[in-house]
């Protein structure tokens, strides 16, 4: 039995949720996966702080909660600061390199940056940052088929609004793969 | 036993098909499914996606969505409704239960179907709106004043949100009671798969009118399994119905022998039908040494720490409580001569706990395993727990 | 002692009571006082049913509680006995399930006013299709006359047993800028002007409103020196002043004042389900199938 928790922070209006969904959502709908999506409420989803928690799991997710995420993706610096001392200790942690400036972190965590709101801006707009977030998560990470959250993706987002995300997926996704075989490369050269 | 002829639910109604859906939007898809055509609520964390998803989708199914003033308006409106041959509901949390208990007493008291979802908040007072509890079990059981039984229906998931919730109408008109889904935050806010069958595959139990003329008829003449009939409204039936003590014809009469045979009836329709009505899953009770209770969210976060008892070479057996009431009295009973300890686990300070405590009458130990809620229980302390009981 | 008597009398009258087809004769006698004006108001919205040649079972009573509250258990239709100020609410639910039924809530000043006060401006508010008749006798009657949100300043009630200090609603006022259709108000003493408001509020279609002055001739009309029953007649005699019209600001009720009675509000006005559907329709055109069209 594999489970994996993942975590997204950010703030509120960034599409952190909606990133979270499509993970659980690709992973249970369209993945043969069992995937439990929980986020925070309140005040923090109205606005500032925010965060989704995904389990994603081969058999039913009993216990609902993320308690040691071995996967984030980070959207804002407050949510990244607050959140990386609770990680397992082999995680992957993805951030938006436009808003987050990562810390040392101890040996076995994977690091990766994007300039996520920068694609997203050159896509013409900010909103779907999540969305590249998530194609890079897609890849980096290989956790879920991507047709899969490709899927998700666009059986999810407003009509009229599919083909700019898939683009935004796929930058995404793209420069993962590539971010990947560089890291790969670096390490056969070291 | 009465028999009960079901119908199969409308088409139109059903969104059949795989979703990733919460448990607050999954209970609401659930009373469509069961041909709800009626919403009273009022807004109050946790429980708002259920009143806004029906009102997104009432109007594409021919249903009525009314936000309205307070609580006690909307347990109002839902009664009213229902007496007006519509199936109907509200869902609310934490204050708005309180605000709603005085006159679901008057649904159980005028004998009407209707559905109450109370997705569980930490108490007392405002408490934790958007956290949750497990802390109404007992307000559901004795919140509203005066004697009566109730059923109360405990789901885990978004998936069994959507299930029960159809349960929850079918019991309502098969029995004539308001039932309550006493989900809590945690599954109401929690996005799974949900499975939603086809029309074809939903059964449903229809109103029980009556066949009788008008000139026959009295409203409080009870079938054999103690459920009286309705009368359909606008038919010439010209009946009464009260929230006062009332005799067969629905007429108000104030003594004590009125008043035993109104209330005992009340009482007796549920009791003498607990059999058909209790739903408990049981796991693993063959031999078992401890047997672990809990219902709703927290029957799943009890799962690693029984796992983690069980590889110690402890017995652990589990009944989840899908039906919280009526309680399984006799089962618990007959259980505790055979086994060790029960462990009782809920978001409380200890509810149900003391109906197995009652039950257990000394025979085996009874442990809980309390929480103020907030958050779902830690495993560990669970497993501390069953290791404590078997001591 | 007298309820006995009444019983005894009314077993050997053999003529059929007037209002039979009305009335739950198997219920009879009631519970009002002799000299009550509630039963007067049953009379004249029996006899209003009547003169409008409805068919009977399409209307339904909601009552609350409260001597008024008594009513639906009185009334020989389709009839709930709801709780204390829950029966706008209550009626609320019914209408809209049954849409083409006459929906009468027939309640007392403290249950519609006072507990039930939200749900009364809210469902005037959104002008629900029902008719809201209330008897206002100035106190809590069946509790043993405590002072009312409707007690007039300075009268004296069991718990303001030194005069009641504290301001009074104006009832035509709050229906009428809560948004009801329909206001009027007669006293017990204006039986055929109280009978036309209940047929004209029943044929209106949005939330009308009926109020019934009929201060407790045993406990409200002692206390305050206003005599019995017949000196009541006489007092709303002596003292209304019918002026059809009249701006609803101006006809609040002092003690032992003069009352303005009449028809202060008649006004057209979509409905809810009216502004429901086509809202509806506006938003989803052909597919919205019009609610309340087709009834069974």
Redesign the interface.
């Known amino acids: 039995m594999s489970k994996t928790e993942i975590k997204i922070t950010g703030f509120g209006g960034q599409g952190v949720i909606l990133c979270g ?1 499509l993970i ?2 690709a992973a ?2 369209y993945d043969n996966k ?9 005040p923090e989803a109205r606005g500032s702080a925010c965060s989704a928690q995904v389990v994603v799991s081969d058999s039913r ?5 993320v308690t040691h995420p071995s996967i984030m993706l980070a959207m804002s610096h407050d949510g990244y600061a607050t959140h990386k001392n609770s990680m397992a200790d082999e995680a992957v942690i993805l951030y938006d390199q436009d808003l987050v400036k990562p810390e040392e972190h101890k040996a076995g965590v994977k690091v990766y940056g994007i300039p996520a709101t920068r694609f997203a801006e050159e896509l013409g707009r900010k909103i779907v940052s999540n969305i590249v977030m998530l194609g890079f998560f897609s890849a980096v990470t290989e956790l879920l088929d991507r047709e899969a959250v490709q899927k998700a993706v666009e059986t999810s987002v407003p009509k009229g609004t599919e083909e700019l995300n898939l683009k935004a997926f796929d930058k995404g996704y793209q420069y993962g793969l590539e971010l990947k075989s560089e890291k790969a490369e670096a390490v056969t050269k070291a | 036993m009465t028999k009960i002829k079901t119908v199969k639910a409308d088409p139109r109604d059903v969104l059949t098909g ?3 859906l ?1 448990g607050n939007h999954a209970s609401a898809e659930g009373g469509i499914a069961a041909g709800c055509k009626f919403f009273g609520g009022y807004p109050i ?2 429980s708002t996606e259920i009143a806004e998803r029906i009102s997104q989708r009432f109007p594409k199914v021919g249903g009525i969505f009314i936000q309205m003033e307070d609580e006690m308006a909307s347990m109002n409106a839902i009664l009213g409704a229902s007496w007006g041959g519509v199936k109907s509901m509200t869902c609310t949390s934490g204050p708005g239960f309180s605000l709603m208990m005085e006159n679901f007493g008057l649904g159980i008291m005028l004998e009407t179907p209707c559905v109450l979802v109370n997705v569980q908040r930490g108490g007392p007072s405002t408490g934790l ?2 956290l949750p509890g497990q802390a109404d079990m007992m307000q559901a059981r004795w919140g509203s004043h005066g004697d009566y039984e109730v059923i109360a229906l405990c789901p885990d998931s978004p998936q069994e949100s959507f299930e029960l919730t159809i349960h929850a109408f079918n019991l309502s008109e098969r029995y004539r009671i308001p039932v309550f889904v006493m989900t809590d ?2 599954v109401g ?5 949900v499975v939603i069958p086809g029309a074809e595959e939903i059964d449903l139990v229809p109103r029980r009118y009556t066949d009788k003329s008008p000139e026959e008829y009295w409203p409080y003449i009870p079938e054999k399994d103690l459920v009286p009939l309705m009368p359909p409204v606008g038919k010439g039936y010209k009946f009464h119905i009260t929230g006062l003590t009332h005799d067969y014809r629905g007429y108000p009469v104030i003594n004590a022998e009125v008043q035993e045979k109104c209330v005992r009836r009340l009482m007796d329709k549920i009791i003498k039908n607990a059999k058909d009505i209790i739903w408990i899953e049981e796991k693993d009770i063959e031999g078992a040494e401890v047997v672990l209770l809990s219902y709703g ?1 927290t029957s ?2 009890v ?2 720490a029984i796992e983690k008892a069980k590889k110690e070479g402890i017995k652990v057996g589990q009944i989840r409580l899908v039906t919280v009431w009526p309680f399984p009295e006799e089962r618990v009973r007959e259980l505790a001569s055979k086994i060790g300890a029960y462990v009782m686990v809920e978001m409380n300070y200890g509810q149900v706990y003391y109906e197995v405590e009652r039950c257990a009458a000394g025979k085996c130990k009874t442990v809980l395993v309390p929480h103020a809620g907030g ?2 229980h830690n ?1 560990e302390d669970v497993y501390v727990a069953i290791k404590e009981a078997v001591k | 002692m007298s309820t006995v008597e009444i019983v005894e009398v009314r077993g050997k009258v053999e003529k059929e009571h007037p209002m039979e087809k009305l009335l739950r004769m198997d219920r009879i006698p009631h519970i009002w006082c002799p000299t009550c004006g509630i039963g007067t108001a049953v009379k004249a919205f029996a006899t209003a049913l009547e003169q409008l040649e409805i068919d009977y079972n399409n209307v339904a009573v909601v009552s609350g509680i409260g001597c008024t509250g008594r009513v639906a258990g009185y009334m020989k239709l389709d009839s709930f006995h709801t709780t204390h100020g829950r029966a706008v609410p209550f009626a609320v639910g019914l209408a809209i399930a049954k849409p083409k039924m006459k929906v009468v809530v027939f309640s007392g000043d403290g249950d519609l006013i006072s507990i039930g006060g939200n749900h009364f401006i809210h469902t005037a508010r959104r002008n629900v299709d029902i008719t809201v008749i209330c008897v206002n006798n100035f106190i809590y009657a069946m509790t043993g006359g405590q002072v009312a949100p409707t007690t007039p300043i300075l009268a004296n009630s069991s718990t303001t047993p030194y005069g009641t200090f504290e301001y009074p609603f104006n009832l035509p006022l709050l229906a009428a800028s809560s948004g009801a259709v329909y206001v009027a108000r007669w006293t017990a003493l204006h039986v055929r002007r109280l009978t036309n408001a209940f047929a004209e509020a029943l044929q209106k279609r949005g939330f009308s409103f009926v109020e019934v002055i009929a201060p407790c001739s045993t406990l409200y009309a002692r206390r305050n020196k206003l005599g019995d029953g017949l000196n009541l007649m006489k007092f709303y005699h002596d003292n209304s002043i019918i002026k059809h019209g009249a701006d609803p600001r101006e006809v609040d009720i002092g003690f032992q004042e003069k009352i303005v009675v009449g028809k202060f509000v008649d006004i057209e006005k979509p409905t809810y389900l009216d502004c429901l559907n086509d809202g509806y329709k506006r938003v989803f055109g052909d597919a919205y199938k019009v609610y309340g069209e087709e009834d069974e």
Do not use: N, W
Request: aromatic share 12%.
């Open positions: 969904y659980g959502k249970s709908i069992h995937a439990t999506l929980t986020q925070s409420f309140g997710v009993l216990y609902p909660y | 795989e979703h990733y919460d964390t946790p709106p958007t935050e945690c806010h929690m996005t799974e798969k969210i799943r976060v799962q690693p958050t779902v495993p």
